[in-house]
Antibody, heavy 117, light 106 residues
Framework: EIQLQESGPGLVKPSQSLSLTCSVTGYTITSGYDWSWIRKFPGNKMEWMGYISYSGSTNYNPSLKSRISITRDTSKNQFFLQLNSVTTEDTATYYC??????????WGQGVMVTVSS | EIVLTQSPTTTAASPGEKVTITCLASSSVSNMYWYQQKSGASPKLLIY???SLASGVPDRFSGSGSGTSYSLTINTMEAEDAATYYCQQWSSNPPTFGAGTKLELK
């Protein structure tokens, strides 16, 4: 069974970088599909942030394009999110998800990140 | 980007009752996708390609629609269906989600 698990710090200071890891088991991320980061803000709004494909190409939400980077470590079957220059508005629960065209079929359990000094 | 407007924002239904949630898109989309999120859990895919049930989803759930108007229907409400439901499109980049409909058990 495919499982995704997010990990990373739960508290980040404003202006710093947010870094999260998604560990995938039950499927090799280079075998196929895209691998996304999605966040849910307090109040329930959800935002797709971007994905890294099985081949390593990336696609980012234009609203985040200058601040976001998604990379991977194929030897560990992990992919990563880095979001730079965070503000309190980046406080959210962050999910990683396997991505079909054009939806998300497997999700991690989510990690809550608070941006605060 | 395409904006998805869900209605109602919140609703409540008794066991056995029929529930319909609507998702209106700001521009025409080819398909709609629906997710269920229970409290403390991650979103779960319910419906893909407008009307196809995801694996393991009970057949009391159904989806329909075209163009700018789509809907999710629960034919007979069960207690376990209390959750927040989201629509999602990816006819154009970036994919976007509706704001969610909270369904409570009456």
């Amino acid at each position: 069974e495919i499982q995704l698990q997010e990990s990373g710090p739960g508290l980040v200071k404003p202006s710093q970088s947010l870094s999260l890891t998604c560990s995938v088991t039950g499927y090799t991320i280079t075998s196929g599909y895209d691998w996304s980061w999605i966040r849910k803000f307090p109040g329930n709004k959800m935002e797709w942030m971007g994905y890294i494909s099985y081949s390593g190409s990336t696609n980012y939400n234009p609203s985040l394009k200058s601040r976001i980077s998604i990379t991977r470590d194929t030897s560990k079957n992990q992919f990563f999110l880095q979001l730079n220059s965070v503000t309190t508005e980046d406080t959210a629960t962050y999910y990683c998800a396997r991505t079909w065209p054009y939806y998300f079929d497997y999700w991690g359990q989510g990690v809550m990140v608070t941006v605060s000094s | 980007e395409i904006v998805l407007t869900q209605s109602p924002t919140t609703t409540a239904a008794s066991p056995g009752e029929k529930v319909t949630i609507t998702c209106l898109a700001s521009s025409s989309v080819s398909n709609m996708y629906w997710y269920q999120q229970k409290s403390g859990a991650s979103p779960k895919l319910l419906i893909y390609s407008t009307s196809s049930l995801a694996s393991g989803v009970p057949d009391r759930f159904s989806g329909s629609g075209s163009g700018t108007s789509y809907s999710l229907t629960i034919n007979t409400m069960e207690a376990e269906d209390a959750a927040t439901y989201y629509c999602q499109q990816w006819s154009s980049n970036p994919p976007t989600f509706g704001a969610g409909t909270k369904l409570e058990l009456k």
